[in-house]
């Protein structure tokens, strides 16, 4: 590793498990100071003490803004100040458009649309008045694409694309950035609960299957891996991608481009 983040201090959302835990550990291993933020405390502690160095582990729902704000506020406390927040934390979301239920839809919508904007509003204010700041917004290509059986994730994921442009006009001339990350199919906790759900494009086939079949949809005929997902976030968070805001990196093996 190269220090790419070096004095860089980062809160990383969903760090118990798969892309943001992986997130939290890559930002750490260049240099970064980060706080781990999830809903699930053993996980979160874990990767906290697997980065070592007194990395902070926080619970939190961050559904909750009330939760939120004081995430934010232990964070600033803890680290000094934030120059990057990685809203990671997700679930899965199945269901169709006329047979979604409205509490599965009002806990999708919350947690992986309104807690990734609670991530990072009570962090905007020291980020303009230090003239910096990265956000970075986990999108997916179900915000993309039309997948069948994932409506209310789909329609959160697709708020998380506004919601990263809408920001980043609002706070460019603060020199705060906003950039989505929307990957393809990367194995972890999420997309097994997803298959048991019975949504996306494999519904009725069983996890291993399901995942073997949508490996080879994908042009690079393989899903990704957290690490290819957090090598994407490190070059956000970072002062490589500078004059980069407003965009959505997509990371797919190529699956949208056919
Ligand atoms: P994961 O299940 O491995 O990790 C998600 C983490 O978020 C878990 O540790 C969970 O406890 C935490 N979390 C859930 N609700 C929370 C809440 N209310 N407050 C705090 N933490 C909460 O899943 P993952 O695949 O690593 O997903 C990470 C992000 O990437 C999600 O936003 C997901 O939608 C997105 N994504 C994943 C894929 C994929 O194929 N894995 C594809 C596209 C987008």
Redesign the pocket.
């Known amino acids: 590793m190269t220090d790419r983040l070096s004095g860089k201090r980062a809160i990383v959302?969903?760090?118990?498990?798969?892309?943001?835990?992986?997130s939290a550990k890559m930002f750490a291993a260049e240099g970064a100071r980060v706080f781990c933020?999830?809903?699930?405390a053993d996980?979160?502690r874990a990767t906290a003490e697997t980065i070592g160095d007194g990395t902070v582990a926080h619970v939190?729902?961050?559904?909750?803004p009330a939760?939120a704000e004081a995430m934010t506020a232990a964070a600033i406390d803890a680290l000094g100040g934030v120059d990057v927040v990685y809203?990671?934390?997700?679930?899965?979301g199945s269901g169709t458009a006329a047979d979604t239920p409205m509490d599965q839809w009002d806990r999708v919508i919350?947690?992986?649309l309104t807690?990734?904007w609670l991530s990072f509003k009570f962090a905007l204010p020291h980020m303009v008045e230090q003239g910096s700041g990265s956000i970075i917004i986990?999108?997916?290509?179900?915000g993309i694409l039309g997948v069948p059986g994932i409506f209310p994730?789909a329609a959160?994921?697709g708020g998380?694309i506004a919601m990263t442009r809408q920001a980043a006009v609002e706070y460019g001339p603060s020199n705060v950035r906003f950039n989505g990350?929307?990957?393809?199919?990367?194995?972890?906790?999420?997309?097994v609960?997803?298959y048991e759900g019975g949504g996306g494009m494999t519904a009725g086939m069983g996890v291993e299957e399901g995942m073997r079949r949508v490996a080879e949809l994908y042009p690079l005929r393989r899903?990704?891996t957290?690490d290819e997902?957090a090598a994407l976030a490190t070059y956000l968070a970072s002062d490589e991608s500078a004059w980069t805001t407003g965009q959505i990196h997509v990371i797919d093996g190529g699956i949208t481009a056919q």
């Open positions: 959302t969903g760090a118990a498990s798969g892309i943001g835990e992986a933020v999830d809903l699930d996980g979160v939190a729902d961050l559904s909750d939760a809203a990671c934390a997700g679930i899965a919350g947690v992986n807690s990734k986990q999108a997916s290509i179900g994730y959160a994921k998380c990350i929307a990957p393809g199919q990367v194995p972890t906790p999420l997309v609960k997803s899903t990704g957290v997902v």
